[in-house]
C-alpha cells in the first residue's frame, strides 16, 4: 500500500500549494514571489516544480517541501500540514495514530462538529426558524446559509456541551475551544447561547472559532456580538473573515476589500463581489496585512466608523501605508454599512467600490473639512493631519505629488511644507510583528556575478551541459563557483547538491526563456566572463605600465608590456 505522504507529493504540486498562499510569477522554469515569512520588496522566494521543493534565497533562508511550507504558513505540527494536504489532495487518512491525532486535531473535530450542530438548530429548533426567517429579513438568501454555514446556538445552558460530551469529548476540550466556560464551582456552562451564528474560517476552511449575534428582543445590555476568546486555534488578531473563500478573487482582481463585520462579507458575496474579508473584533494588525499581501497589494476599505478619527482604524491603515500597500477609501452614506447598501440596491455597492477614492485623497478631504485652510491656525492643524500621512509614503515621486497638493491648497510654497515634513516624526510601532530579522540592502551584483550565476543556473537544471564548461575557464570564475563547478563535474547530479548552493539553480532563472539553445547560451555567458575578466586585467596593467613609466621602471615596464600583449592575444582569440 502506498505511504499517504508519498501520494499526497504524487498528486499535489508544489506550486499549486504554495500558489494558495502567495503570489508567484514564472520566473524561466522555476516560480518566484516575495516571501511569506519576511518582510521583503524585491522576491527572494523561490519554488522548483521540477524537484518539488521552495526556498528563500532572503533574510529568513527557509526551505524544503509542501509539508514544511504548510507546517511553517499555518503554524501546524507535521499531522495538522498533512491532514491539510490530504484534503486538497483528495486522499483518506485511516490511521489514527497518537501523532496524527494531535491535541490541535481533536479542537479541530470539535469545531466542526459543532458548527453542523448550530445548522442543524437553525432548521429545526423553533427559536433556530425564527432566527431563520430574520435573515432572509435582512436579504440573506438560503444559497449563502449554506456557503457560510450560519447557524443557531440554543437558548439551554448546556446543550452543545452535552452534544459533545456525547461524542466522545472531554469537558476540558470543548473549554479549550472557547465553547464553554467553567464556572467557579467546577461546573460549565455554553459561551454562546440563544444567538445567530457565524462559523471563522482558517485560510483553509477549517472551523476555528465562532461569532454570536443576538436578534430579536433581547435586553440591550446584551452584547450584540460575542466572539470566541484566543485559543489553540484562533486568534483574532491571526484572523481575516471569509479570507478562505475571498483569496482567489484578490488574486483575480488584484486588490482585496476590507470591512468590519461578518454580514458585509456576505451580503458582498451575494452581490457578486468576492474579493472581501473582515476584521474580526479588532484593529488592523501586521499579520492580517501580511495575509492580504500574499494576494494582493491594493486595499479598499470600506468602513462606517470615522476612519480620519477612530484612532485604532488611523492606526491600521497607517501600518498597511507603511506596509507599500495602495490604499483606497470607500465613502460610505452616512448611517449606513455596507451590508445595509447592498441589502437596499446590490449596484450601488459595487459603484461605491469603482468609485472608491484614495487614502491621501480621503485624508485631504477630511482634514480641509474640518479647519479654515485661510486661516494660519487651520493652515497648522491641517498640516498636522497631514504631514505624517505624507511622511508614510513610501515613494518619493507620489510624496512630491501630494507635497505639491498641500503647499497649493494650504497656499505656501512646496519648500515650506518639504521642511516641515522633515521635522515631521512618525513612530515605528507599526512595524510587521514577524520581522525579527532586519533585511539589509543587499549591494548590486556586479555582471560578472550574474554571469557566473546564470551559467551554473543553466548547468544544474541541464546538467548533461556540465562539459561545455573546459577546464581552462576555471581560472575566470570566483572561488565559489569554481567550487560548485568543481564539485558538480565530480557528480553531476542536483538531487544531492546541497540546499545553500542550489541559489544557483533559481537566481536570475528568469532572465532566459525555456526554449532557448543552451549550450550557445553557456558558451556565450562564459566568453562574456573570460573576457571581462581579461579586459578588467589589461586595465589594471594600463596603470601600472603608466606608474612604472613615470618612476623609469624601464624593466619593469618590458614585462608589463610582454603581459599586456599576450593577454591582447587571448582576447583576440576570444573573439575571433
Known amino acids: 500500500m502506498i505511504n499517504p505522504i508519498e501520494e499526497i507529493k504524487n498528486r499535489l504540486d508544489i506550486v499549486d500549494v504554495v500558489g494558495s498562499y502567495i503570489k508567484l510569477q514564472k520566473a524561466g522554469i522555476n516560480y518566484r514571489g516575495l516571501c511569506p515569512f519576511h518582510s521583503e520588496k ?58 496524527l491525532r494531535t491535541q490541535r486535531q481533536r479542537l479541530y473535530e470539535i469545531c466542526e462538529l459543532t458548527t453542523m450542530f448550530f445548522e442543524k438548530q437553525l432548521d429545526g429548533n423553533k427559536k433556530g426558524k425564527e432566527a431563520r426567517e430574520y435573515l432572509f429579513n435582512r436579504n440573506i438568501n438560503k444559497e449563502s446559509l449554506k456557503k457560510w454555514r450560519i447557524g443557531y446556538s440554543p437558548e439551554s445552558w448546556s446543550g452543545l456541551s452535552d452534544f459533545l460530551i456525547g461524542k466522545g469529548y472531554k469537558r476540558e476540550e470543548v473549554e479549550k475551544t472557547g465553547l464553554a466556560i467553567k464556572k467557579e464551582n467546577g461546573g460549565w456552562y455554553d459561551r454562546f447561547r440563544g444567538r445567530i451564528m457565524f462559523p471563522i474560517s482558517d485560510s483553509n476552511s477549517q472551523i476555528i472559532g465562532f461569532t454570536g449575534r443576538v436578534f430579536g428582543d433581547k435586553n440591550t445590555e446584551t452584547a450584540k456580538y460575542i466572539n470566541t476568546p484566543n485559543t489553540l486555534l484562533y486568534d ?37 463581489e468576492e474579493n472581501i474579508v473582515a476584521t474580526s473584533g479588532t484593529a488592523l494588525t501586521a499579520t492580517q496585512l501580511g495575509f492580504l499581501k500574499r494576494y494582493s497589494d491594493n486595499l479598499i476599505i470600506a468602513f462606517d466608523t470615522d476612519i480620519a478619527g477612530d484612532s485604532a482604524t488611523k492606526k491600521g491603515i497607517d501600518l498597511a501605508q507603511e506596509s507599500g500597500f495602495n490604499i483606497r477609501v470607500i465613502t460610505m452614506p452616512e448611517g449606513s454599512d455596507p451590508a445595509d447598501v447592498i441589502s437596499a440596491k446590490p449596484s450601488d455597492w459595487n459603484e461605491l467600490i469603482k468609485n472608491a477614492c484614495s487614502i491621501l485623497e480621503f485624508y485631504f478631504e477630511s482634514a480641509f473639512s474640518k479647519f479654515d485652510a ?6 497648522k492643524d491641517i498640516s498636522k493631519i497631514l504631514l505624517p500621512a505624507l511622511k508614510r509614503i513610501p515613494n518619493k515621486i507620489e510624496q512630491s505629488y501630494w507635497i505639491q497638493e498641500l503647499a497649493k491648497k494650504l497656499k505656501v510654497r512646496s519648500g515650506d511644507i518639504d521642511a516641515e515634513l522633515k521635522k515631521c516624526s512618525i513612530s515605528n510601532i507599526n512595524q510587521p510583528q514577524n520581522e525579527d530579522i532586519k533585511q539589509k540592502e543587499k549591494p548590486i551584483k556586479s555582471r560578472k556575478e550574474m554571469l557566473e550565476q546564470r551559467v551554473i543556473s543553466l548547468i544544474l537544471n541541464f546538467p548533461e551541459k556540465i562539459n561545455l564548461v573546459e577546464d581552462d575557464y576555471f581560472q575566470y570564475f570566483s572561488q565559489k563557483a569554481r567550487d560548485i563547478l568543481a564539485d558538480f563535474k565530480k557528480d553531476p547530479n542536483p538531487e544531492k547538491k546541497d540546499l545553500k ?75 575571433g
Request: hydrophobic content about 35%; glycine content about 6%.
Open 236 to 272: 483574532k488578531s491571526c484572523v481575516l473573515y471569509g479570507l478562505d473563500k475571498a483569496k482567489m478573487a484578490i488574486r483575480k482582481n488584484n486588490q482585496s476589500i476590507l470591512v468590519e463585520g461578518q454580514v458585509d462579507v456576505i451580503m458582498s458575496h451575494q452581490a457578486g
Open 374 to 379: 485661510e486661516t494660519p491656525e487651520g493652515k
Open 501 to 575: 548552493e542550489m541559489n544557483y539553480l533559481f537566481i536570475n532563472n528568469g532572465e532566459y526563456e525555456e526554449n532557448i539553445d543552451v549550450e550557445e547560451e553557456i558558451n556565450v555567458c562564459l566568453s562574456d566572463i573570460k573576457q571581462g575578466v581579461i579586459k578588467k586585467e589589461l586595465d589594471e596593467i594600463s596603470l601600472e605600465i603608466k606608474k612604472n613609466e613615470d618612476e623609469k621602471k624601464i624593466k619593469k615596464v618590458d614585462d608589463l608590456i610582454q603581459k599586456f600583449n599576450q593577454l591582447t592575444i587571448e582576447l583576440t582569440k576570444k573573439n
Open 42 to 99: 524585491k522576491p527572494s522566494f523561490f519554488v522548483s516544480p521540477s524537484r518539488q521543493i521552495w526556498h528563500c534565497f532572503g533574510a529568513c533562508s527557509e526551505g524544503g517541501d509542501i509539508f514544511k511550507f504548510v507546517m511553517k504558513i499555518e503554524g501546524v505540527e507535521f499531522g495538522d500540514a498533512l491532514r491539510i494536504l490530504a484534503k486538497k489532495a483528495g486522499v483518506e487518512l485511516k490511521t489514527e495514530s497518537p501523532e
